[in-house]
């Protein structure tokens, strides 16, 4: 079992959110996961700018460090996302492969894998990027198991305690990837999702046929 986790901080190995995310990838392995953690900073992306030449010919136009990271995330069963609060939101960074990932909505990529969030902050907003990080994630048709963030301006203890809930919120993603954990509310979203995409891929079939082939394989469409 294979779980990433990906830090939005442009700290990089400085990073306090970084800690939180080591402190998951530490609780999956001791319940034997393998891990690995990148940061983005040390990544060239493109912005991205709706060409859409990848939905007729399956491959990005642009020369960048993309399809590696998002090989990375394929492989994974498990997707820990991390950032900072860069005034109430995420950095930019981690909106650039956020943005760069939206084709997987429609094609609802990451379905069948588990993932978490974790945020840090000077005073606030932290627990609003936990949301929208593991919101994404159920968006692209993963699952989130929970969440984890400090706020460090307002406890001098707030990351080591906070890296305590990580390393548990580690072993949860862990125990869920391997019972294949199922909640209703998740099931009934994905549900939704899939049966809205499902009109959108059909009609979209001539603009879009690598979608198209990828819900038929996946018996989405038949
Ligand atoms: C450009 C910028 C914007 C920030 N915006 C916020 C904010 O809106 N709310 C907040 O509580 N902290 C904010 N912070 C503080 C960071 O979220 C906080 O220092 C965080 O722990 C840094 O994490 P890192 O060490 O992983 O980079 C901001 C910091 C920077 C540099």
């Known amino acids: 079992m294979k779980i990433i986790g990906i830090n939005g901080s442009p700290r990089g190995e400085h990073s306090q959110t970084k800690r939180l995310i080591d402190a998951v990838l530490s609780g999956a392995r001791e319940n034997g996961a393998e891990t690995e953690v990148i940061n983005l900073i040390d990544y060239d992306f493109k912005f991205r700018n709706v060409c859409s030449i990848c939905l007729q010919e399956e491959k990005c136009v642009y020369l960048d460090d993309f399809p590696r990271v998002y090989t990375k995330i394929q ?35 990451l379905y069948g894998k588990y993932g978490c969030a974790v945020a840090t902050s000077g005073d606030h907003a932290e627990g609003a990027v936990v949301t929208y990080l593991n919101h994404f994630l159920q968006m692209l ?66 603009e879009w046929p690598m979608d198209y082939d990828y819900w038929v394989k996946q018996a989405w469409i038949w």
């Not at 930019?92 to 990932?101: G, N, P, T, V």
Request: hydrophobic share 35%.
């Open 75 to 109: 492989e994974a069963d498990g997707i820990v996302l991390g950032s900072p609060v860069y005034i109430d939101l995420v950095t930019a960074q981690m909106k650039m492969l956020i943005d760069r990932m939206a084709d997987g909505i429609q094609c609802q990529s």
């Open 141 to 206: 048709g993963a699952s989130p198991v929970g969440g984890v963030s400090a706020a460090l301006g307002k406890d001098s203890d707030a990351i080591t305690k906070a890296e305590g809930e990580a390393r548990e919120l580690g072993k949860t993603l862990v125990s869920s990837i391997r019972n294949k954990q199922k909640t209703p509310a998740l099931e009934a979203f994905h549900q939704r999702y899939q049966e809205k995409f499902k009109d959108v891929i059909s009609g979209e079939k001539p």
